[in-house]
């Protein structure tokens, strides 16, 4: 038998854990993924695929920028929170009706197939949770070592994901652009104003609000404490993030208007991440947006054993909330196919927009938007701005809300 063969493996989970071989990959491991194959583990031979070994907690990813030794607790290797699943640590990229293949040449036999990849922004992490964190501390430790720190680097999002001078990017700038005005543009400017409330800050944002995902209650309120803080928000304008050249200080917007900045960051247009599915038995289920239609149960249209979750379906809901809904509705009908359950007899997603929506204004403030009522202040603010929801996270994944 081949050396780390599915068969292999099987066999060996059959007499370590005495539970059904039936096989169950889940291909993502952000938070729906992870959350799905947490709720799996002990009801069938779980692996899951993921670029790398470690889950981070995106919605931190802010204040990491303005406080890198914050990070510690964001990245929570898969194996804290998962004792009875397997974890290989690289990319898929491709799968047939039977089989997943990564990037490192192994290939894993599914009965039941997961797709949770979401956005594309873990092509760019790091591997290993080590390096992830040195990519956090490092900015400090190359200006020490650079004489010529890198003031005026712009960044795409998804390298602002990774970038290893964030931090020092902001602290040595005295002005900051930033283009999107959704929850991540929003939040990156809260937490920069707060910590650094010396340094001019630009917003601009495509349409007439900002956070179209809330109501317009919670945009007014958001817009108006940005304000207060200093920050100057342009809305109803755009810049053409693809005509900004490296080293760039001087941006136009759609209306012509001219704005001066030391750097920038785009915190728009993250593509999804199902690219690796183009030439697939699955390429022809995803729509023009590059989302996987999945059906009522959040299987994979025209399917009976491949599901998928989170960001990268075509399902209804609000972004946030997706992930706990997906995962538990998921869970739930694949331990009833593993069981041999009617098909009849399958959950249903519901998209529910009940649960509250927050978003973080600095560290001690938030805004929360309720089925009956709009909250701002330091209320919401003691319930996610001081750790992010760092808390939260780690209690979903059975872990102490505090690292050792």
């Not at 491991?29 to 981070?56: P, T």
């Not at 990229?93 to 956005?119: Q, W």
């Not at 299987?299 to 946030?320: E, M, P, Q």
């Amino acid at each position: 038998m081949q050396k780390n063969s599915p068969s292999m493996w099987i066999a060996t989970r059959e007499m370590e854990a005495g539970g059904s071989n039936r096989r169950v990959v889940v291909v993502g491991g952000g938070l729906a993924g992870a959350l799905l194959a947490k709720r799996l583990q002990f009801d069938a031979n779980v692996v899951l695929i993921d670029s790398k070994e470690y889950y981070e907690i995106r919605r931190a990813s802010s204040r990491c920028m303005v406080e890198p030794s914050f990070a510690d607790r964001t990245l929570i290797p898969h194996t804290d929170y998962l004792a009875n699943c397997r974890v290989t640590s690289s990319p898929a990229i491709d799968v047939t009706d039977t089989e997943v293949l990564t990037a490192e040449g192994r290939s894993f036999v599914y009965d039941y197939l997961v797709i949770a990849t979401g956005h594309a922004v873990e092509h760019c992490a790091t591997k290993t949770r080590k390096q992830r964190l040195e990519q956090f501390h490092q900015g400090s430790n190359f200006i020490a070592t650079s004489r010529s720190p890198p003031t005026n680097l712009s960044l795409d999002f998804n390298v602002l994901m990774v970038s290893i001078a964030d931090n020092e990017r902001i602290r040595s700038s005295s002005s900051v652009l930033i283009i999107g005005g959704g929850r991540t543009g929003v939040e990156l400017a809260a937490e920069i104003a707060v910590d650094f409330p010396g340094k001019k800050v630009t917003l601009v944002h495509e349409s007439s609000r900002l956070l179209q995902v809330l109501g317009p209650n919670a945009s007014q309120k958001v817009l108006k404490w940005l304000k207060s803080k200093g920050v100057d928000v342009v809305l109803d304008q755009s810049i053409d993030v693809e005509s900004i050249a490296e080293g760039d200080t001087s941006f136009t917007t759609s209306s012509g208007a001219r704005i001066t900045a030391a750097c920038h960051f785009r915190c728009v247009g993250r593509p999804m991440g199902s690219s690796w599915l183009n030439k697939t038995v699955l390429n022809d289920k995803l729509d023009r947006f590059g989302r996987l239609a999945v059906d009522a149960n959040l299987r994979v249209r025209g399917t009976k054993n491949i599901f998928a979750i989170g960001d990268i379906t075509d399902a209804a809901g609000r972004s946030g909330s997706l992930a706990h809904q997906h995962a538990a509705v998921a869970a739930k009908n694949l331990k009833l196919l593993l069981k041999g359950g009617r098909e009849e007899k399958l959950a249903m997603y519901k998209p529910s927009y009940s649960s509250p929506a927050v978003v973080s204004l600095g560290r001690r403030q938030a805004v929360v938007q309720l089925s009956f009522a709009t909250i701002k202040g330091h209320i919401p603010g003691w319930l996610q701005s001081k750790d992010s929801y760092v808390a939260w996270n780690r209690r979903q994944m059975g872990l102490e809300s505090e690292t050792n």
